[in-house]
């Protein structure tokens, strides 16, 4: 290749600096309590968006939005191309669970024994064209389902 005929070209391309990566993938994880138990009061939510948002910073995940009902989780991240979308949900997931119980006993009555989370998880991912929409759908479904609270007494007797 002469890179006579081109010089200008040349000199642009050794004077432009470029990232490592220029992509990145978003994804939508939901996970629920173990037999979908509605134990997670305003309390526990509130830890668990700490918790999460502490790991993810650890992880170097850019955390978009966390969104908790009494049930269930809705986290949405973005990940560079090199991450592992199984590792991440793994590590929030596991961080979480052990946190909770051990700041929240009650959880571990509630639910009769040490796990917190189901086994599995969903995972959609999300342009970045629809992610403001993603976030709106979430918070409305969100909102509609705290509509339909259950009381502190069902997760005690339960």
Known sequence: MEFDLAPQVKSALTDRWEPVYRSQLHYVVTWSTRGRRPVLK????????????????????????????????HVMFGLRPAQSVASAVRELKGRTSMSLMASHPELRVWLRGNLLWDERYAVETVSPLRMSQMRERL????????????PETWAAAS
């Open 42 to 73: 305003d309390r526990h939510i509130e830890a668990l968006q700490t918790l999460i948002r502490k790991a993810a910073d650890e992880r170097d995940l850019e955390l978009i939005e966390v969104i908790a009902g009494a049930d269930h989780v």
């Open 139 to 150: 918070l409305s479904t969100h909102r509609a389902l705290s509509d339909h609270d259950v």
